[in-house]
């Protein structure tokens, strides 16, 4: 899926075409040499910083407007070119420059006839169960991690709705876009207990649908139990709420919060937990046999 182009080079004509200039060109310039160590958002500020100083523009060092203005700069950047969060040995984050971002290729939103025909073959809105054949509800290809959150076209992450369910869900996803680059940032995370925890975070303690936790936990490698890997988050001082909604005759719909959370250690999560549960269960066999 990724585009093989190669990147622009920094100030160059291609990046006057595609409208990056300013700032935006500032931070992909830096991006761009950087791409092998990777800056902190820390060090991209200072660096545009230190830019404008140089140009002679009027800045504000401190200003937190200021701050949260380079933070959309870099966002917008996201739509053309695919940026995503990498951690090296200091465990801080980093923003690295990958390549094309597939939305700039212009096929990457077609989904081919082939894979609309397989989600749509159960006939079946996975929301709320209505079909076609007895209920003339519409079928639309659905993605469960939304497009501007980087969910992909692959099969795994397109469902079956109905045009009810899938405007409701768009109403609900869309009061989360403000936190549309954490969630991205979730998503790139290797370990599926830190996708599932880093999502939790993104939203803020808000209620997150199963679905989307589902699809998140999954994202780079499917998960059979991602509610194992999710209630493992216990062992690391983190509190998860559940709640279930739904009336009769309709398809039961769970979500999660987390209540309270932690800061996560950056080694393996999996390995953390695995020595827990052996722990505990050699404490159980030695309870038993004492
Ligand atoms: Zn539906």
């Given at each position: 899926m990724t585009d093989p182009r190669p990147l622009p080079l920094p100030d160059s004509e291609e990046l006057d075409a595609l409208g990056v200039t300013g700032d935006h060109r500032t931070i992909y310039n830096f991006l761009y040499e950087r791409r092998e160590l990777p800056p902190t958002m820390k060090e991209i500020r200072k660096h545009v910083r230190e830019r404008k100083a140089s140009l002679g523009d009027s800045i504000d060092p401190e200003g937190d407007g200021e701050a949260a203005q380079l933070d959309r700069r870099k966002r917008d950047l996201h739509k053309k070119f695919d940026i995503r969060v990498v951690k090296l040995g200091d465990g801080q984050s980093r923003h690295k420059l990958f390549g094309w971002a597939d939305r700039t290729n212009p096929n990457a939103h077609v989904i081919n006839r082939r894979v609309r025909f397989e989600v749509l073959q159960?006939?079946?809105?996975?929301?709320?169960?209505?079909?076609?054949?007895?209920?003339g509800v519409k079928l639309v290809v659905d993605h469960v991690i939304p497009q501007a959150w980087?969910?992909?076209?692959?099969i795994s992450n397109l469902q079956p709705l109905c045009e009810d369910c899938n405007s409701g869900k768009k109403d609900y996803y869309g009061q989360f876009d403000r936190f549309a680059e954490e969630i991205r940032d979730a998503i790139n995370y290797d370990e599926p207990h830190r996708r599932i925890a880093m999502l939790l975070l993104a939203f803020q303690g808000e209620w997150v649908p199963s679905e989307l936790l589902a699809a998140v936990a999954s994202a780079k490698q499917y998960q059979e139990d991602w509610q194992k890997r999710m209630r493992e988050l216990r062992y690391f001082g983190w509190d998860i709420k559940s709640k279930r909604e739904g009336t009769r005759g309709e398809r039961v719909r769970v979500f999660y919060r987390a209540a309270s959370t932690t800061s996560l250690p950056s080694t393996s999560l999996a390995e953390i937990t695995r020595r827990i549960e052996g722990e505990r269960a050699s404490a159980k066999k030695a309870s038993r046999t004492s």
């Open positions: 159960s006939g079946r809105c996975n929301k709320c169960g209505r079909t076609a054949e007895h209920d980087n969910g992909s076209n692959d």
